[in-house]
């Protein structure tokens, strides 16, 4: 929430604890214009799985045709996993955020 407005939300899913590895699921509201809110996102959430929950992984599908998630998630160290016709598997080590 920002100013009584929902922005998005993100969620750490399917948590693996023998692994040490999550899904990560994020979501901003299409009408939202606010720069920078999918960085901050991120910023938070790799603290909470990283630092809080000790996790060594997050994981992440992001459709083929959403260029600027995928742009954010190359320029947050994510690395492309696997692909299909729809969907670019992606993930982000704790040695590498």
Not at 18 to 28: N, P
Not at 37 to 46: E, H, S
């Amino acid at each position: 929430f920002y100013e009584n407005k929902i922005m998005g939300s993100t969620s750490l899913h399917r948590i693996d604890w023998i692994k040490k590895e999550a899904w990560l699921d994020i979501y901003r509201h299409p009408g939202d214009k606010w720069l920078g809110f999918g960085k901050k996102i991120l910023q938070a959430i790799a603290y909470i799985a990283f630092d809080i929950a000790n996790l060594e992984k997050l994981k992440l599908c992001v459709k083929v045709t959403n260029d600027v998630a995928f742009k954010l998630y190359k320029k947050s160290n994510f690395l492309e996993r696997s692909s299909n016709e729809e969907f670019l598997e992606m993930e982000l080590t704790k040695n590498r955020r």
